[in-house]
Each structure stands twice: as structure tokens, then as C-alpha cells.
């Protein structure tokens, strides 16, 4: 391996970051709003949540991308490979996140909600300054393990095309015949991706409970 | 809509990746239960060594990204001499991935074992491989189960990567398909629809197993 192919492999990893962090910077509050939709009961949007959740939870991640790259033009809509890459990796995450928002909403103790009615909290004041500081806590380390899951579907939107870390692997693997060397390569970038979220977790669970015991 | 009537025509092909797509789960699902249920052993042994052997293999599993892995097997083996085909590559890519995390989660059910039932066990006279198949694995299966439907919908999921490698299953017959017909929102949709169907099955399966052992309790 040369070392441009070391760099291409480099930039695969760059592409799969930015693809990771842009989905899931736009799948959790995504998921957020879908699961308040559920929380709330609103008639007919309720139903098509759980109907939303249900069909891509149980969607092959490859399958959603060859969908939405190869169906969506013909009812016009024509994306190209990147928008059509981050639509499904956000659509995908954002099913997984509903279901973490909800559970943690579900779970969220009545009797802090009654206390903030009492205290004439507003409707947003109180989802902001009640309901969502405890929500982030109880789903954060769902949340980061979802992100982890979703770094390693991101080999997915590879089929439509984009250069991430497995299809740069696999050209540089292709071009110099000997496919080991460039996946032991993709394999530690890999590795080093999913630590670095799990690193975050810690340091953030940390400190939260640091704040908790104040 | 006509693309959905083109794919009705043509249902076979769908119908044949379906088919393949169930196969290779239902190998999947069998063999990643079994040598995952295998692996929890050393990572309980307590003995070091294999404690820290099966530890790797579990983590470097939970590392890669399943396609990766894939090809790693499809184009990384024959470097080491063994020659397999896709449809093999793919079903063993399957199983080894799966294994690894069906291991760790079922050694997270035997950490949760009462210590008593197993010395129970011991007094009864069991111990070793009897110890492990009467007493310590049915109520961990138990235990997992839900864990396990989870896993189960993840296989369905990851065997659709196997299109890559040019496996005939239902991803490759709906690319196939729409690459012929030009159909792709029917092709897909109907794609959709069948790994719902099977996903949806799994649950309530499990669900209904489950029920069962909730009983048996």
C-alpha cells in the first residue's frame, strides 16, 4: 500500500464522520419531534408514526438507500448520491430514535410534571425546562449506542455510489490484489470512530451524574 | 400504478430472493445461536486466557461494520488459501458476525443467574457440560430471548448486504428487477414490504414464545 492509498482510505473515514454526524444531527431531534407526536396522541399523525417506525426499523438499510436513490425520481424527486445518502441514514436513525425519545417519555415521572403545572409553568417552559433535561439523561446512553450502530450502516449508502471507508477499502484492495492490508486499515478506522462515541458517553454520563450529586 | 403490475408479473424473481433471503437467515439465526451459545463458555471460564480470547473476538465483532466484514471473507480468504463461494461467504459472514454479538448477550443473562440455582446444580451432582446444557442454559435462553428476536431482525437486516457480493437473495432480485423493467419504486416497495413482513413475524413469534416462558416461570 502507497501512501496515497492510505489517504484515500483517510478520506473515505471523512466521509463516513460527516455522513454519521450530519444524520444524526438531524435523526435525533427528528426523532424527538416523531416521538412527541406519539406522546401527545395526535389522531391520524400518531398512526403514521407508528407506521413510520415500524416499516423502517424492520428496512434493510441497503434497500432504504437503492429506494430512495433509484424510486424517488420517479415521483420526481432526484437526489443526488450524498442528499440521497444522508436522507436514508437520517430517515433510518431517526425510526431508531423515536422509539428511545418515547420510551424515556413514557417513563418521565408524573409527579414532576404536576409540579411544574402547579407552579404555572407555560406549556414550552415547561417541556424545556422539566421534561427535556430529564429525557436527555435517560436516553443518552441509548442514544450513543443508536449513533455507534448508525456509524457502522453507514457502509450502506456505499451501494449508491459514495466513497466511505468500506468502498475506498475495497478499490484500494482492487487495484493492488491484495485485499487484506487496506480492511485491516478500515477495520482500526472503524474502531477508532465507534471509541470515540463511546468516549463521549462516558465523559458525558459523568458528568451528569457529577451535576446529579450537587 | 404499472411498475407494481410488471413486478406481479414477475413475482417469481422477487419470490426466489425471498425464499433465499429466509434461507440464509434461517442458517444465520441457527448458526450464529449456536456458536454464540458455544462462546459464552470461555467468556464465563473465568480462566484468563480464553476469558480474553472470546473477549477480542466479541469486541472486534461489535467493531466492524457487517459489510466490511463480508468482504473481508468473500476476498480476504482466499489469501489464505480457502476458497469460498458468494453464497457461502456470505451465510459464513453471516454466522461468524452474528455469533459474537448472540455471545454477548447471552453471557449478560448468565451474569444475571442467581449463584444458587447453580449451586443447586452442583449438589444435584451436575456439573461440567451437563451442568451447563440442564441447568444454566435454559432459563438463560429464556432470559435472552427478547435480546435474541432483536438480534434475529438484525440478521434479516445485514443479509441484505449480501447483495454486494452478488448473492441471490431479495435486495439483489429487487435490483435485479428494476434494472431490467425500469420499475424501482415497485420493485423496492415490494422489497420493503416482504422484510416487514418477516421482521413483524419474528416479533410476534418471539413475542408469543416469550409469553410462554414468562409462564413456565
Redesign the interface.
Known sequence: MTSYDYYSIAYGALATVSLSLVSIVLGVPLGLGLALIRWSRLPVLNQLVIGYV??I????????A??VF??L???GISLEPVPAGILTLTVSTAAFNTEIWRNALVNFPRDQYDAALTFGMRRGLRFRHIVLPHIIHTSLPALVNEMTLQ??????V??IGIVE??RA??RV?ARTY???PP?VV??VL??LI?FAFVTMQRTVERRYALAGAH | MNGFSIVWQHRDMILIGFQNTLIIVAIGAAGSLLIGTLLTIPLMSGRRGFVMMATAYVDAMRCVPFLLFAYLLYFGLPSFGIQLDNWWAGVAALVLYHAGYMAELLRAAWSNLSKELIEAGHAFGFSGWGLFRRIILPPVMFSALPLIGNQLIQIVKDSAFLTVIAVAELTHEATSLQTTYFVPFASFVAAVILYWITCVTIESTVGYVNRFAEERR
Open positions: 415500524s416499516v426499523r424492520t428496512c434493510p438499510t441497503v434497500t432504504l437503492l429506494l433509484y424510486a425520481p420517479v415521483v456509524v457502522k450502516a453507514t457502509p450502506a456505499a451501494v471507508i468500506t477499502a475495497i484492495g491484495e485485499p487484506l480492511f478500515a477495520l472503524y474502531s465507534v
